[in-house]
Each structure stands twice: as C-alpha cells, then as structure tokens.
T-cell receptor, first 114, second 109 residues
Framework: TAGITQAPTSQILAAGRSMTLRCTQD?????MYWYRQDLGLGLRLIHY???????GKGEVPDGYSVSRANTDDFPLTLASAVPSQTSVYFC?????????????FGPGTRLTVL | GQNIDQPTEMTATEGAIVQINCTYQ??????LFWYQQHAGEAPTFLSY????GLEEKGRFSSFLSRSKGFSYLHLKELQIKDSDSYIC??????????FGSGTRLLVRP
C-alpha cells in the first residue's frame, strides 16, 4: 500500500445519502483506478483516470462519479447511495497508463449502505 | 466476453508445495498479474508474466502459457502465514486489469 491513502476506513451510510470516498497518492503516478470488491466476484473496475484532467468508465460505473483535478487525488462520489453499493472500495495507481506498470492498491474503504 | 477462472479454495500442508491455477479469456492480452491479499487488507503485487515461461522470486514462482490462456502461481516451503487469498489478473488490449475472484489458501500445520 505504498504511498496511497484512502478515507474513511469504513462508513455506514443511509440509502439515498451522498458520500465521497477520498484517495490520495504521493508517488506521482499518472494513472489511478477505483475498484469494488465483493465476495465471490473479485475486484471490478468502476472508473479510471489515465492522467490528471481525464476520466473513463470501467466495468461497473453506474451510480458513481469521479474527478481528477490533479495528479494526487482521485475522489469517488456516490450521489444517492443504494444498498447494492455495499462493498469494499479500493483505490489503485500505476506509473503510466497504456502500459503494463504494476497497480498499487490503497488500504480500502468498507462501505455499508442501509 | 472476458473471464478469469481460478479455484475458490485450496488447502495445503506446512512445508509442502501448492500450485494455484488460473485460466483467462480476454480481448487482447498484455500480461498476467498475481496479487496476494490478506483478509481485510489491500491486494499486494506478487508477480507479472507477459512472455511464456517461469518467473521465480524466492519461494514464489509464476508460469504463463499464452497459447493456452493459462497461468499458475507456485508456492514452495509453505508457511502458515501464506494462508491468504491469491488473485489472478489478466491485462486486456486496453490495458485494463480483469481480475479473478481469488483463491483462498489455507495452510495447515
């Protein structure tokens, strides 16, 4: 988990409320990613950013939005949470996009939507 | 479609050897990654293969056959602390990682 921090560590959220999960890296990596991990399903890509100022949709983007105003930060927002968004969320970064650089993961945020 | 298959669970004995298999189908291929994940923690990088053959790192080694869409992670001299989940991920043509659901390894004394 070198150089990537996520906040909060865990959160219980009422359905319909909004929330932003924070992710910051200090490795000056160009590419950043958001995954969710659910039992039996593995890590699934929600959104990604190849470089500051650009974002793209992953496998499961619905209900989530992201922004990449600078290199270090990549927040994930749930505009109106639903119980199916209960999951563990991992942020990751890699040195460059369009390459085979290793992705390094943050410690995760455990979110429960009731 | 894109798909990664690996066994859900495996059990092995301390001091022994275990092989965790992974088969993949992706749109294009740019390499195969293995990650280790302790319960409740972040996945940590173990190995990367892009060419056919074996990559060795101490007690761990990883093998790739591109023609068969197959990889394995080999752990020798197993220790109790190796009881973790091991996740296979294949990188597709757009450099996105497609992950398997992970293999939970239990190492018994």
């Amino acid at each position: 988990t070198a150089g990537i921090t996520q906040a909060p560590t865990s959160q219980i959220l009422a359905a319909g409320r909004s929330m932003t999960l924070r992710c910051t890296q200090d490795m000056r990596h160009n590419a950043m990613y958001w995954y969710r991990q659910d039992l039996g399903l593995g890590l699934r890509l929600i959104h990604y950013s190849n470089t500051a100022g650009t974002t793209g949709k992953g496998e499961v983007p619905d209900g989530y939005s992201v922004s990449r105003a600078n290199t270090d930060d990549f927040p994930l927002t749930l505009a109106s949470a639903v119980p199916s968004q209960t999951s563990v969320y991992f942020c990751a970064s890699s040195d460059s996009a369009g390459g085979t650089d290793t992705q390094y993961f943050g410690p995760g945020t455990r979110l429960t939507v009731l | 479609g894109q798909n990664i298959d690996q066994p859900t669970e495996m059990t092995a004995t301390e001091g022994a050897i275990v092989q965790i298999n992974c088969t993949y189908q992706t749109s294009g291929f740019n390499g195969l990654f293995w990650y280790q994940q302790h319960a409740g923690e972040a996945p940590t990088f173990l190995s990367y293969n892009v060419l056919d053959g074996l990559e060795e790192k101490g007690r761990f080694s990883s093998f790739l056959s591109r023609s068969k869409g197959f990889s394995y992670l080999h752990l020798k001299e197993l220790q109790i602390k190796d009881s973790d989940s091991y996740i296979c991920g294949a990188m597709d043509s757009s450099y996105k990682l497609i992950f398997g659901s992970g293999t939970r390894l239990l190492v018994r004394p």
